[in-house]
């Protein structure tokens, strides 16, 4: 995900590259039927970038999942939310 949301902003000109973009990844396992089942994951983007270019990462945030491979194959299995913090390079 991670890498469709770092092509995606530097498609439109704000560098993801050199560790400006990072992520944390948290994920929720539950017991099922004696089977540990991963039922949610949460990603936050951690963005190196300056502050006029939030309302651009804001759109490509929105809409960056529908365009990932891994979201679109595992998604009706594993609820997947993203967010992500800005901070100034």
Do not use: W
């Amino acid at each position: 995900m991670a890498g469709t949301f770092g092509g995606a902003l530097e498609a439109r000109k704000i560098d993801a590259g050199n560790k400006r973009l990072t992520a944390e990844v948290t994920g929720e396992i539950e017991l099922e039927d004696d089977v540990l089942v991963i039922r949610r994951i949460h990603v936050v983007y951690h963005i190196k970038a300056a502050a006029e270019a939030q309302e651009i990462i804001e759109r490509v945030h929105r809409i960056h999942a529908d365009r990932c491979p891994v979201y679109r194959s595992l998604h009706k299995a594993i609820e997947i939310t993203t967010s992500y913090q800005l901070s100034e390079p």
